[in-house]
């Protein structure tokens, strides 16, 4: 959806819960209905992986903030759309009006622009006209990639003898055989510092074409320290950044 070239609007409209389901933020402009939720999986899902109990479904729902007002605080969602009275299955007409208004009104700013910059739009995550979500970035490109991962495995079995689980219980509702742990000295820090280097390393390119952006995990000192990648003007050494 990030290499779409006409503008992407997507309105949650009841449950979205999947990682299919976010896949529809990668657009333009997301809209919820009200009483809609949002989320990476079902409460009953988090319930069931976090205590093993699917009951526990509305402790889960408290801790995932998945409702429209939640998610709109957190810059997840740019507006949320009124319901009728006792919710939209209550006068459908009515619904359809208010959205329709809304789309109309989101495709306004977006029209004004080009294709290429719809596409742009959505990969920086900004919103066009009033800056919400961030800067847009000037026509950025993925030049390389790169990882790390923490070297100690921890397996179902291993998790087993600490808590009451087992490898047919995790992988049958999870798909996961094994997972790593940061041990030694290892941090998010540290990796993504590894990683980074790792996709500098490959990219080909020269270094001016690379730098850090607001809003990640990595330190502007570290940006520093790469290659001589510079840090954002006027962060100092207090802000938090991620590589591009």
Same mark, same amino acid.
């Given at each position: 959806?990030?290499?779409?070239?006409?503008?992407?609007?997507?309105?949650?409209?009841?449950?979205?819960?999947?990682?299919?389901? +976010?896949?529809?933020?990668?657009? =333009? &402009?997301?809209?919820?209905?009200?009483?809609?939720?949002? *989320?990476?999986?079902?409460?009953?899902?988090?319930?069931?992986?976090?205590?093993?109990?699917?009951?526990?479904?509305?402790?889960?729902?408290?801790?995932?903030?998945?409702?429209?007002?939640?998610?709109?605080?957190?810059?997840?969602?740019?507006?949320?759309?009124?319901?009728?009275?006792?919710?939209?299955? !209550?006068?459908?007409?009515?619904?359809?009006?208010?959205?329709?208004?809304?789309?109309?009104?989101?495709?306004?700013?977006? +029209?004004?622009? $080009?294709? /290429? =910059?719809? &596409?742009?739009?959505?990969?920086?995550?900004?919103?066009?006209?009033?800056?919400?979500?961030?800067?847009?970035?000037?026509?950025?490109?993925?030049?390389? !990639?790169?990882? %790390?991962?923490?070297? /100690?495995?921890? !397996?179902?079995?291993?998790?087993? /003898?600490?808590?009451? !689980? $087992?490898?047919?219980?995790?992988?049958?509702? #999870?798909?996961?055989? $094994? &997972?790593?742990?940061?041990? @030694?000295?290892?941090?998010?820090?540290?990796?993504?510092?590894?990683?980074?280097?790792?996709?500098?390393?490959? %990219?080909?390119?020269?270094? @001016? &074409?690379?730098?850090?952006?607001?809003?990640?995990?990595?330190?502007?000192?570290?940006?520093? *320290?790469?290659?001589?990648?510079?840090?954002?003007? @006027?962060? @100092? #050494?207090?802000?938090?950044?991620?590589?591009?």
């Amino acid at each position: 959806m990030s290499g779409l070239t006409v503008p992407v609007l997507t309105v949650v409209t009841g449950e979205g819960g999947s990682g299919g389901a +976010l896949a529809l933020a990668v657009a =333009n &402009r997301v809209l919820m209905l009200e009483n809609a939720v949002y *989320s990476v999986l079902s409460p009953e899902g988090f319930a069931s992986i976090l205590w093993k109990d699917s009951a526990r479904s509305a402790d889960a729902a408290k801790l995932m903030h998945l409702t429209a007002h939640d998610l709109y605080q957190g810059g997840v969602v740019e507006e949320v759309l009124p319901e009728p009275p006792g919710g939209a299955q !209550t006068d459908w007409e009515a619904t359809f009006r208010t959205v329709d208004a809304a789309l109309w009104r989101e495709l306004g700013p977006l +029209l004004k622009l $080009s294709g /290429q =910059n719809w &596409r742009r739009a959505v990969i920086a995550g900004s919103e066009v006209g009033t800056g919400k979500k961030g800067a847009t970035m000037s026509a950025p490109e993925i030049l390389s !990639t790169g990882s %790390c991962v923490p070297t /100690q495995v921890v !397996t179902n079995e291993m998790l087993a /003898q600490r808590v009451d !689980t $087992s490898d047919e219980w995790v992988f049958s509702r #999870t798909g996961i055989h $094994s &997972r790593r742990h940061c041990s @030694g000295g290892e941090n998010g820090v540290a990796m993504a510092a590894q990683a980074a280097s790792s996709g500098i390393g490959t %990219c080909r390119c020269e270094t @001016g &074409r690379g730098g850090c952006v607001p809003g990640g995990y990595v330190h502007a000192r570290f940006c520093q *320290s790469l290659h001589g990648l510079p840090a954002p003007a @006027g962060a @100092g #050494t207090a802000g938090r950044y991620h590589m591009f």
